[in-house]
């Protein structure tokens, strides 16, 4: 399999330390304030690894101006030697790049583990990431990261759909959002099911992408029941054709958390089947992001902050 990275090195003694950032909407003017924002940020959290969960750049019109306007913006991450990743967004769809043109500037960036990911599912940029003890150990923890594409007329286009998926009055939400498809769901089953035959047992997991599952709305909806905590200021812009892979999740027991974006202000997370779902507020809007902790070896691996 091709969706693997490079693996991370866990540090000892003491939880990994993932920075989780989305929206930030870069572009060659706002890039350097950008860097400043995230320059911050970097003091204060001192991460081991850093995520970007989409959205990550805006009115990007070719190659060489990506290129510019990540080496600004990325420039406090590259200074630091730190590993990073990232997952395409729906606002990411604006430039006049597809996923793979965008994804070869990346890998040109110092630092920059992203893969683009086995060919037969959607998207660019389905992949997991391995967070091991030693260069030689199985994978402690795993970070599994997915495309959501863009908007759903998109997802209707791709698989040739006579009937409409923008109806007047959507199931989940208005924003009319593509999302995690049912092939993707399917490959997170196969390589699950795969690594548990290999490493003779579950791997612990979290699993970051840019647009929320449509049960990331019932932490709202059912706020003293799923302990929510944190933010909720607007309306959750899910996914509006569910994809199951909350309930592929659910039904393997391995994924501790789903962490999501597309948001402005929305902070928040709950418990739903004992998994924690969450959505975390913009950068841009907010200059807010989350710091996961995470330790492999206790019985919830991962907690997080706003920072």
């Known amino acids: 399999m091709n969706c693997f990275t490079e693996r991370i090195i866990l540090p000892k003694d003491r939880p990994c330390r993932i920075l989780l950032v989305h929206t930030i909407l870069a572009n060659l003017n706002t890039a350097p304030d950008a860097a400043a924002k995230l320059e911050r940020l970097l003091e204060r959290t001192e991460p081991d690894f850093l995520l970007l969960n989409g959205d990550i750049t805006a009115e990007m019109t070719d190659t060489d101006t990506l290129a510019a306007c990540l080496r600004v913006l990325l420039a406090p991450v590259t200074a630091r ?51 091991c003890h030693g260069k030689t150990d199985m994978p402690a923890f795993l970070l599994w990261c997915m495309d959501t594409h863009d908007h759903v007329e998109k997802y209707q286009r791709d698989f040739g759909s006579p009937t409409r998926a923008r109806l007047a009055n959507p199931l989940y939400t208005q924003y009319y959002n593509d999302g995690i498809r049912f092939n993707q769901t399917m490959w997170y089953h196969r390589t699950a099911r795969e690594l548990e035959k290999t490493c003779g047992r579950k791997i612990p997991g979290i699993m970051c992408f840019h647009i929320p599952t449509p049960e990331h709305s019932l932490i709202p909806m059912n706020q003293y029941r799923t302990g929510m905590r944190g933010i909720f200021a607007e309306e959750v812009s899910c996914q509006t054709v569910n994809g199951g892979i909350f309930s592929a999740v659910f039904e393997h027991r391995d994924v501790q958390a789903v962490f999501c974006g597309n948001s402005r202000h929305n902070d928040f997370s709950g418990t739903y089947g004992g998994i924690t779902l969450a959505q975390t507020a913009s950068f841009r809007d907010t200059g807010k992001a989350a710091l996961l902790m995470v330790d492999p070896e206790a019985e919830q691996i991962c907690t997080w902050y706003t920072v």
């Open 81 to 131: 030697n730190l590993p990073w990743a990232h997952t395409f967004g729906d606002k990411d769809r604006i430039n006049a790049l597809d996923g793979e043109e965008q994804l070869a500037v990346y890998r040109q960036i110092p630092g920059c583990i992203t893969t683009a990911g086995e060919e037969d599912f959607s998207g660019c940029g389905n992949y997991v990431i391995p967070f």
